[in-house]
């Protein structure tokens, strides 16, 4: 039942959110409450061990809460918090045009991964290397060393030009990889197009959720930070629904690849029109700029106490473009940095990839022979999580959605096994195996798909917060590329069920780890969370 071929289709979270779609040996691996939480957290404290990483946050006097967000465009918040019956809350409406737009760059994510899943065979007929696995693969993994390379430089560019800026110059690599490998004629072009395509959405990856979870209110910082993961979604989505058509015309991969461009332009023009960061235009001393931000987006009675916030931060900690990547070495940052770059090992390491190569081979054998079906239908089931996710992170936190959503992984994945090696009949166990893996994928949507790119940002200081996305991100790819060469691997020399169940005791371990190391965020402002560190430093340093 269980064999091993020369084609795949892995899907891959990101963090910010990462999900991804390929073919061939798979080199690829593609959000606590709505109610108010008070900033005057009176001197509580968390004690996470083993590293007892502290967090204590005090306030000397009571800010207004988060929730009181004055509408700009005068959309009446008819009931608030404190229980009035009736009405709906928009307090999130000023800022979700800015946070949409920006999550373009995950549909451009979803697409350019998802739009080589069918193609890929075409594409190697007409350019020459027809039957050649790995070249066939090579175009496939240059795409993650041009991600790797796009995640570790853009800490420095959003330092310099902030996220506004970088996300339109990013754009470009995006337009002229996805022209170049629609116009290829041979190898060298395709993976010329390919590399282009990777090193914009490897910046992409680490933009996004900092520019959302810096711009967003923070009441619903998680839930429009949850966007990122909807638009990988769509984008995947939308490029398997139109690659069904490269099944029986050759040549459809062309006019997939020219398509690919479109998004590009419409991000490139549209950011010209959203807002820059009110923490980067006080981090560069434009503080009258920053000010027409908050009131526009969080409402006026924001500003005050949020400059108040701004302000504390940067006298701690100076202005970001003077952050060095030897501060990521240093109290508090380096453990912020280590938990991001465990994140990621984890998140990949718990078998994304295997299931979702598995999962396409189960499909057929119940009948499903397009592999483009499949994993249209693959990636149906990871929107649905999605979505549910973005509507559960900001009522249950961070912590408790990634701890359950391991939970969940490691529950559907000791299923895969029991349908896999238990002697059972072949329907039943082909059953149990589609079940298993669509739990599996519908539980890493609801958390460790989403969460794992959304917490980091809120995590960071406001100094080292583009370097530490960069370089967990680039641990990111770094574990995505060796799961990708080294699972089908493994599978022949000890076989699916022992692999599986090593993934199961990974996600056991990630839940463990989550539950010691993750601080729940929700509710919270970004200067509150990243004040909370400073007792720790300046007792240390005493």
Same mark, same amino acid.
Not at 55 to 73: A, E, G, L, T
Not at 461 to 475: A, D, E, P, Q
């Given at each position: 039942?269980?064999?091993?071929?020369?084609?795949?289709?892995?899907?891959?979270?990101?963090?910010?959110?990462?999900?991804?779609?390929?073919?061939?040996?798979?080199?690829?691996?593609?959000?606590?409450?709505?109610?108010?939480?008070?900033?005057?957290?009176?001197?509580?404290?968390?004690?996470?061990?083993?590293?007892?990483?502290?967090?204590?946050?005090?306030?000397?006097?009571?800010?207004?809460?988060?929730?009181?967000?004055?509408?700009?465009?005068?959309?009446?918040?008819?009931?608030?918090?404190?229980?009035?019956?009736?009405?709906?809350?928009?307090?999130?409406?000023?800022?979700?045009?800015?946070?949409?737009?920006?999550?373009?760059?995950?549909?451009?994510?979803?697409? /350019?991964?998802?739009?080589?899943?069918?193609?890929?065979?075409?594409?190697?007929?007409?350019?020459?290397?027809?039957?050649?696995?790995?070249?066939?693969?090579?175009?496939?993994?240059?795409?993650?060393?041009?991600?790797?390379?796009? #995640?570790?430089?853009?800490?420095?560019?959003?330092?310099?030009?902030?996220?506004?800026?970088?996300?339109?110059?990013?754009?470009?690599?995006?337009?002229?990889? $996805?022209?170049?490998?629609?116009?290829? /004629?041979?190898?060298?072009?395709?993976?010329?197009?390919?590399?282009?395509?990777?090193?914009?959405?490897?910046?992409?990856?680490?933009?996004?959720?900092?520019?959302?979870?810096?711009? $967003?209110?923070?009441?619903?910082?998680?839930?429009?930070?949850?966007?990122?993961?909807?638009?990988?979604?769509?984008?995947?989505?939308?490029?398997?629904?139109?690659?069904?058509?490269?099944?029986?015309?050759?040549?459809?991969?062309?006019?997939?690849?020219?398509?690919?461009?479109?998004?590009?332009?419409?991000?490139?023009?549209?950011?010209?029109?959203?807002?820059?960061?009110?923490?980067?235009?006080?981090?560069?001393?434009?503080?009258?700029?920053?000010?027409?931000?908050?009131?526009?987006?969080?409402?006026?009675?924001?500003?005050?106490?949020?400059?108040?916030?701004?302000?504390?931060?940067?006298?701690?900690?100076?202005?970001?473009?003077?952050?060095?990547?030897?501060?990521?070495?240093?109290?508090?940052?380096?453990?912020?940095?280590?938990?991001?770059?465990?994140?990621?090992?984890?998140?990949?390491?718990?078998?994304?990839?295997?299931?979702?190569?598995?999962?396409?081979?189960?499909?057929?054998?119940?009948?499903?022979?397009?592999?483009?079906? $499949?994993?249209?239908?693959?990636?149906?089931?990871?929107?649905?999580?999605?979505?549910?996710?973005?509507?559960?992170?900001?009522?249950?936190?961070?912590?408790?959605?990634?701890?359950?959503?391991?939970?969940?992984?490691?529950?559907?994945?000791?299923?895969?096994?029991?349908?896999?090696?238990?002697?059972?009949?072949?329907?039943?166990?082909?059953?149990?195996?589609?079940?298993?893996?669509?739990?599996?994928?519908?539980?890493?949507?609801?958390?460790?798909?989403?969460?794992?790119?959304?917490?980091?940002?809120?995590?960071?200081?406001?100094?080292?917060?583009?370097?530490?996305?960069?370089?967990?991100?680039?641990?990111?790819?770094?574990?995505?590329?060796?799961?990708?060469?080294?699972?089908?691997?493994?599978?022949?020399?000890?076989?699916?069920?022992?692999?599986?169940? #090593?993934?199961?005791?990974?996600?056991?371990?990630?839940?463990?780890?989550?539950?010691?190391?993750?601080?729940?965020?929700?509710?919270? #402002?970004?200067?509150?969370?990243?004040?909370?560190?400073?007792?720790?430093?300046?007792?240390?340093?005493?």
């Amino acid at each position: 039942m269980w064999t091993a071929k020369a084609t795949t289709v892995s899907l891959l979270h990101q963090s910010p959110p990462f999900l991804t779609i390929t073919t061939v040996p798979s080199f690829i691996k593609s959000f606590n409450s709505l109610y108010p939480v008070s900033s005057s957290l009176a001197s509580s404290s968390i004690h996470l061990s083993p590293i007892k990483l502290q967090y204590s946050i005090s306030s000397s006097k009571k800010h207004h809460s988060p929730s009181r967000i004055q509408n700009p465009v005068k959309a009446k918040k008819v009931a608030d918090d404190d229980g009035d019956d009736g009405g709906v809350d928009l307090g999130w409406l000023p800022a979700f045009p800015h946070v949409l737009l920006a999550s373009m760059s995950n549909f451009l994510f979803g697409y /350019h991964i998802g739009v080589m899943n069918g193609p890929i065979v075409s594409i190697a007929h007409e350019l020459g290397f027809e039957g050649n696995s790995l070249l066939e693969g090579l175009v496939v993994s240059i795409f993650i060393a041009g991600a790797f390379i796009g #995640s570790i430089s853009s800490g420095s560019l959003v330092d310099k030009l902030g996220c506004r800026r970088t996300l339109q110059f990013d754009t470009i690599p995006l337009i002229l990889g $996805a022209i170049i490998s629609a116009q290829a /004629h041979s190898l060298d072009e395709i993976l010329l197009g390919r590399f282009l395509v990777g090193l914009g959405i490897g910046v992409n990856t680490v933009l996004v959720p900092i520019y959302i979870s810096e711009i $967003a209110p923070t009441r619903y910082r998680g839930s429009l930070g949850s966007l990122c993961q909807i638009g990988t979604c769509l984008g995947i989505i939308t490029s398997l629904s139109l690659g069904i058509a490269s099944e029986n015309d050759p040549h459809w991969w062309r006019t997939l690849l020219y398509i690919a461009s479109a998004p590009g332009f419409i991000l490139a023009l549209g950011m010209q029109f959203t807002v820059d960061s009110p923490r980067w235009l006080c981090k560069v001393g434009r503080w009258d700029a920053a000010k027409n931000v908050i009131s526009n987006l969080w409402g006026e009675v924001e500003v005050k106490k949020s400059i108040e916030e701004f302000k504390s931060v940067i006298n701690n900690n100076g202005s970001d473009s003077e952050a060095s990547w030897l501060e990521l070495l240093r109290e508090p940052h380096s453990r912020v940095a280590l938990i991001g770059g465990a994140l990621f090992v984890l998140q990949q390491f718990a078998g994304i990839n295997g299931v979702l190569y598995f999962s396409s081979l189960t499909f057929k054998d119940v009948g499903i022979e397009s592999g483009g079906l $499949a994993s249209l239908y693959i990636g149906l089931t990871n929107f649905a999580g999605a979505v549910l996710a973005l509507n559960l992170v900001d009522k249950h936190g961070r912590q408790k959605l990634l701890i359950g959503s391991y939970l969940g992984m490691a529950s559907s994945m000791y299923l895969l096994v029991y349908g896999i090696s238990s002697p059972l009949d072949e329907q039943l166990s082909q059953s149990l195996s589609i079940v298993g893996s669509l739990l599996y994928i519908f539980n890493f949507a609801i958390g460790a798909g989403p969460i794992t790119g959304l917490v980091l940002p809120e995590l960071s200081s406001n100094r080292t917060r583009g370097k530490i996305m960069s370089f967990s991100l680039s641990v990111h790819w770094v574990c995505n590329f060796m799961v990708g060469l080294f699972f089908l691997e493994l599978v022949d020399r000890f076989g699916v069920a022992p692999i599986y169940a #090593s993934f199961g005791g990974v996600s056991l371990l990630s839940a463990v780890f989550c539950y010691y190391f993750i601080v729940e965020t929700r509710g919270r #402002s970004l200067e509150e969370i990243e004040l909370s560190l400073k007792p720790i430093i300046r007792t240390k340093n005493k």
